[in-house]
């Protein structure tokens, strides 16, 4: 089974728009980490947001929230007022493991165009 | 703080040929990755280091492709002989992996190296 499912491979949005990047996990381990990147056409891996598996409230971090829903093991990623420079691919990853030896996974991405 | 560093940044081989890829960490950080990123696709862990031992190798192509990470600190992954298929970047990540000390175990990427194998 995947560990990651994005199955949104492209989104357009109008800018100033909010968008919402879907993302669907599997495990096991009652703790883990979601993380949501950024990906520019220059390649660069850019972190936005982070969430717990025991965090108790949503991730916010300026414009980017994460809509945790843990009993359908989704983690889907809301921006808020889009802007052109938000287009890029977004890769949703996981953490799952413990202190001494962590594995992440990353899903397939989506690519957002923000259209003008 | 300096991020990851990579070099080269592109490299152009035919296949059968050998290349290195190397990678700086973060100062400090004890877990370093790589990551083969084919075009289109999303990252794919190849190794992880946890200071110089290898705690996960399991997606690496070990008939070609091997890494080291000597005194825990940067690191070179190699492919001998390449194939058409390894065109993609390579990843070097660090983090961490300390609880408390603000995102548990994020990974902070280099730039990547681009590879083209002819």
């Known amino acids: 089974a995947q560990k990651i499912t994005q199955t949104q491979p492209g989104m357009f949005v109008q800018e100033k728009e909010a968008v919402t990047l879907d993302c669907t996990y599997d495990t096991s381990d009652p703790s883990y980490g979601l993380f949501w990147y950024k990906q520019p056409s220059s390649g660069e891996m850019i972190f936005l947001i982070y969430q717990g598996s025991y965090d108790q409230q949503n991730a916010t971090e300026g414009r980017y929230s994460l809509n945790f829903q843990k009993a359908r093991k989704s983690a889907n990623l809301v921006i808020s007022a889009s802007q052109l420079g938000d287009s890029a691919m977004y890769f949703c990853?996981?953490?799952?493991?413990?202190?001494?030896?962590?594995?992440?996974?990353f899903g397939s991405g989506t690519k957002l165009n923000v259209k003008p | 703080e300096a991020g990851v560093a990579q070099s080269p940044r592109y490299k152009i081989i035919e296949k059968r040929q050998s290349v290195a890829f190397w990678c700086n960490p973060i100062s400090g950080h004890a877990t370093l990755y790589w990551y083969q990123q084919i075009l289109g696709q999303g990252p794919k862990l190849l190794i992880q280091f946890q200071n110089n031992g290898v705690v996960d190798d399991s997606q690496l192509p070990k008939d070609r492709f091997s890494a080291e990470r000597l005194k825990g600190v940067d690191s070179t992954l190699k492919i001998q002989p390449a194939k058409l298929e390894d065109s993609a970047v390579y990843l070097c990540?660090?983090?961490?992996?300390?609880?408390?000390?603000?995102?548990?175990?994020?990974?902070?990427f280099g730039p990547g190296t681009r590879l083209t194998v002819t």
């Open positions: 990853a996981m953490r799952e493991g413990s202190e001494n030896f962590n594995k992440f996974y």
């Open positions: 990540a660090s983090s961490l992996n300390r609880l408390g000390a603000g995102v548990a175990y994020e990974q902070y």
